[in-house]
């Protein structure tokens, strides 16, 4: 069983600011998911990130894969209300999800 | 279905009680999991359940807790002699492979009073 950890565990900002969000392993994965869950509702699939280094975009959030696949971030760009929510990683083959950031965007 | 679809979608039990909770997965998803999401906190794994295999078993907080899946579709988690540290969002999970990920049901609200 591989253990996720996140960073930070809660976030707060004001619309427009820029954030990074982190899930960091000791062990190496294969591949990792990012998700988001809005309140009231199931975790979404936002990303799956496979290659060392690879960087994904989906409009204003860029996922990054560490060269070693011991890490992963998130960052969201010019962040908005509609960003809310707890985002999760989790590793394949592993059923096991880190315990998430929750992010607060203020408009 | 085209997703997960959980029942019921609030229940409310006296301490003490047994409650069955329902998930149909999407049609054709071999694996299912199960995961409690206490309030403001992430996901606990339960179970999982890939195909005819043994349920992994392996998450769940004790013997009052049990599952199955029946005909490789419809799962029903059971907790026997609710207590109210059982209270919590109940989320059920399907997926066809873990490489493209899991699609989750919105949950059921489990509250023990």
């Known amino acids: 069983t591989q253990l996720l950890e996140q960073s930070p565990q809660f976030l707060s900002i004001q619309e427009g600011e820029n954030l990074t969000v982190y899930c960091n392993s000791s062990s190496v994965f294969s591949s990792l998911q990012w998700y988001r869950q809005e309140p009231g509702e199931g975790p979404v699939l936002l990303v799956t990130v496979v290659t060392g280094g690879e960087v994904k975009k989906l409009k204003r959030l860029t996922f990054q894969f560490g060269d070693a696949r011991k890490d992963s971030s998130l960052h969201i760009t010019a962040a908005q209300p509609g960003d809310t929510g707890l985002y999760l990683c989790a590793a394949k083959g592993d059923m096991r999800f880190g315990a998430g950031t929750r992010l607060t965007v203020k408009p | 279905g085209a997703g997960v679809s959980q029942s019921p979608s609030n229940k409310v039990t006296e301490k003490g009680k047994d409650v069955e909770l329902r998930c149909d997965p999407i049609?054709?998803?071999?694996?299912l999991y199960w995961y409690r999401q206490s309030l403001g906190q992430g996901l606990e794994f339960l179970i999982y359940?890939?195909?005819?295999?043994?349920?992994?078993k392996s998450g769940l907080p004790s013997d009052r807790f049990s599952a199955e899946r029946t005909g490789g579709s419809v799962s029903t988690l059971t907790i026997q002699r609710t207590q109210q540290e059982d209270s919590a969002v109940y989320l059920c999970a399907s997926s066809l492979d873990p490489a493209h990920g899991y699609t989750f049901g919105s949950g059921t609200r489990l509250t023990v009073v």
């Open positions: 049609s054709g998803h071999t694996a």
């Open positions: 359940f890939q195909g005819n295999s043994a349920p992994d």
